[in-house]
């Protein structure tokens, strides 16, 4: 089992930036994989960005040029926000993936809101 958990949520202002963390624990050693995704009200849960534990980067069209991943995707995650925008209000979530067994875990999310 694999226990994901992020913080970092919060009220900002528009244009303002927020860094988002997670963290996972438990059986790692088979994570090679971890993400945010985001849900705002009424929508479905979106990806936002994935990092492996190679390196490998992919942003949701949304993301790009804004949020930037990092950690080392075994236990870690970040996600800095900049210029920040009221339709990036959502709760946003982490998880992380395994490969054997072939699972995906996720935390409980945090609410980020962008309001004036």
């Known amino acids: 089992q694999v226990q994901v958990v992020e913080s970092g949520g919060g009220l900002v202002q528009p244009g303002g930036s927020l860094r988002l963390s997670c963290a996972a624990s438990?059986?790692?050693?088979?994570?090679?994989?971890m993400g945010w995704y985001r849900q705002a009200p009424g929508n479905e849960r979106e990806l936002v960005a994935t990092?492996?534990?190679?390196?490998?980067t992919n942003y949701a069209d949304s993301a790009k040029g804004r949020f930037t991943i990092s950690g080392n995707a075994k236990n870690t995650v970040y996600l800095q926000m900049n210029s920040l925008k009221p339709e990036d209000t959502a709760v946003y979530y982490c998880?992380?993936?395994?490969?054997?067994?072939?699972?995906?875990?996720w935390g409980q999310g945090t609410q980020v809101t962008v309001s004036s």
């Open positions: 998880n992380a993936v395994t490969a054997i067994p072939s699972k995906i875990y």
């Open positions: 990092l492996t534990t190679g390196g490998s």
């Open positions: 438990g059986s790692i050693v088979s994570i090679y994989r």
